[in-house]
């Protein structure tokens, strides 16, 4: 069965003065899939996370979200049309608790401007109390609850990471990127790492594009992968393919060890 | 829920203690402790304006006493009468319209803030696409225009002379009123969904952005709130001075009000209320160090501007020694003193 193309993106190409960043990059996600993005450092996968979230206009192609051209929207819009993320160097708001970070998460989806909870409107505290509600239940989710009052700066490493999952979550995403989300983690949270990002695409409905280092992540949850080197698009297939393929242990590892490989 | 409607109580129970004290003290105390108690207000509600802008939403901001100078004109001019204005304008006459307008005090002070909000609106359109120091430079640039042009336009301002015998409404009643008005107001942004974007757009601009919020949309509106009540603060103290002249919105009156937000602590309310009231009196009673101050048969001699080195230096030692301010990013909650009294007594 064909599943429809969720994100699309034809011939991105995004140049930095004379440095090309990113060259003719297209993809199709199909709706309900996990796929990865992955290639070596300075390969232009973060750059391609900026585009599509909006944070960069593309020199060049399109970006296309469910039919819809979101080429060149701002972030906030890109969010509001339901693509959320995180930072591969995490970007949480440090001096907030862990609950009013995800809180700011479901503003983009709240109703009552801010001169209604002023006049205490009953409409606008009742649905700050449904946002906090929400926030808690996220927070469960992630199994963070327990820490929901602590300034978020002050949790481990790991629950950081997994808080601004949560955030993103708020928002209400269909589609959502995570930029190397098992960065910084052990064996054992890697493994729960790589749970949690199939769980939530169950039960939030979501098409998940990460980028990942830790091969073991990438090639347990991805169905798909793309793998960019210098900017291009060197190899695109299923995890086994993937592996097997001379180009990217080229990329990865060396021109020998690819002349390795083959013999 | 019930904690809830204890909290209610309790508000409302330290609004009555207020309104008794001042009722109080508008007996009992002399003209100048009662000036000083309507100073404390008056410094309340800049300081809060101020914290909104810098403290909460890390905007930095040097253009308060820009914002101050158009309310304290809006509202002068409205509450003078023709008359008044008449005998006032000897340079060049008033405008007709700037001659015949007239308003009751209330009026008066909301258009103050609305239109320091208006043009805090038009301004920080522009300006607010600026980040950190140049923000902070842009805006100082602002507020010398407005003194500048109070300076010059004066068939609107009267000048380098200003305004002098502004009717004195702005009795305790009014100041402590706007006070608590404005603290509320802060208060009910602050504690909502909406301030916690606002403390998301200080933190963090690029992960509010990707978090669905219109960061300049809504750095705009918090930069017009606090130019609102900037505004008003600026129309209560020009009516509680009663004269008012460009020379009065030099940069240093943005400097006090800095100087109270620093020190209370950025994105701390209470901090901003604690530091409003510590400093008011203290610049008051500091008084003395300008004085001849006598050691046997020794006289110092008192150096005009000295109390405002001492301030100065207190400042850097805060900043130094203490730099989130007296009360950091906290904040007074009846929660906090319920759940100590809740303690001791399970204590006991």
């Known amino acids: ?263 | 829920m019930t904690e809830n409607r204890i909290k209610i109580a309790l508000n409302f129970a330290a609004t009555g203690i207020l309104a008794l004290f001042l009722w109080w003290a508008q007996d009992f105390l002399g003209g100048y402790s009662i000036q000083i108690l309507n100073l404390i207000a008056v410094n309340i509600i800049l300081a809060v304006s101020l914290n909104l802008i810098y403290g909460f939403t890390g905007m930095f901001s040097l253009g308060h006493a820009g914002f101050m100078a158009i309310g304290a004109y809006a509202c002068s001019i409205l509450i003078m009468t023709p008359g008044q204005k008449e005998m006032l304008f000897i340079l060049q006459p008033a405008y007709p319209w700037v001659q015949n307008a007239q308003a009751p005090f209330l009026v008066a002070v909301i258009a103050g803030g609305v239109l320091a909000a208006l043009v805090g609106l038009l301004v920080g359109a522009p300006l607010l696409r600026l980040g950190d120091d140049y923000l902070g430079i842009a805006t100082l640039g602002f507020a010398e225009i407005v003194r500048v042009l109070a300076n010059n336009i004066p068939r609107i301002t009267n000048g380098a002379l200003g305004f002098k015998g502004i009717p004195d409404y702005a009795n305790i009643w009014w100041n402590f009123g706007w006070c608590l008005f404005t603290l509320y107001v802060i208060y009910r942004l602050i504690n909502s969904n909406f301030g916690n974007t606002l403390m998301a757009i200080r933190d963090d601009e690029p992960a509010a952005k990707a978090m669905g919020i219109n960061v300049f949309r809504y750095k705009l509106l918090s930069f017009t709130i606090g130019s609102f009540f900037a505004g008003i603060g600026g129309a209560l103290l020009a009516s509680l001075v009663s004269t008012i002249d460009p020379k009065m919105f030099l940069f240093t009156l943005t400097f006090n009000v800095l100087m109270i937000v620093v020190t209370g602590g950025l994105g701390s309310i209470t901090g901003s209320v604690l530091a409003s009231i510590a400093i008011t009196i203290l610049l008051e009673w500091l008084r003395f160090v300008e004085n001849p101050i006598f050691l046997g048969d020794y006289e110092l001699k008192g150096i005009p501007g000295m109390r405002m080195v001492v301030f100065s230096l207190a400042l850097i030692i805060i900043i130094l020694f203490r730099r989130e301010g007296l009360m950091g990013m906290r904040e007074f909650g009846w929660g906090r003193l319920l759940g100590l009294v809740h303690k001791r007594g399970e204590a006991k």
């Open chain 1, 1 to 263: 069965m064909k599943r429809e193309t969720v994100l699309e993106t034809t011939k991105l190409t995004i140049r930095f003065g004379g440095l090309t960043a990113v060259d003719d990059f297209s993809i199709a996600i199909p709706a309900g899939s996990i796929v990865g993005l992955i290639g070596p450092n300075g390969a232009g996968k973060t750059t391609v996370f900026n585009v599509i979230s909006g944070f960069y206009a593309p020199s060049e192609g399109r970006v296309i979200y469910n039919g819809r051209d979101i080429t060149g929207m701002p972030p906030h819009e890109v969010c509001r049309a339901g693509i959320a993320r995180t930072f591969q160097n995490i970007r949480l708001f440090g001096n907030g608790t862990v609950l009013q970070n995800v809180m700011v998460g479901c503003h983009v989806r709240q109703k009552t401007g801010w001169w209604q909870t002023v006049l205490c409107l009953p409409s606008s505290l009742r649905e700050e109390k449904a946002v906090a509600e929400k926030s808690r239940d996220l927070l469960d989710v992630v199994g963070l609850a327990h820490l929901a009052d602590e300034q978020s700066r002050s949790l481990p490493y790991g629950a950081q990471r997994r808080l601004e999952i949560a955030r993103a979550l708020a928002t209400e995403p269909r589609f959502l990127l995570l930029d190397e989300p098992a960065a910084g983690m052990n064996p054992q949270e890697t493994n729960d790492l790589m749970d949690f990002i199939r769980n939530i695409r169950e039960r939030f409905e979501l098409t998940i594009l990460l980028i990942e280092h830790d091969m073991k992540v990438v090639m347990g949850v991805c169905e798909n992968m793309w793998v960019l080197d210098y900017g291009e698009t060197i190899a695109e297939g299923s995890p086994e393919s993937i592996k097997a393929n001379p180009k990217v242990i080229e990329a990865y590892l060396g021109e020998e060890c690819a002349a390795d490989a083959d013999a």
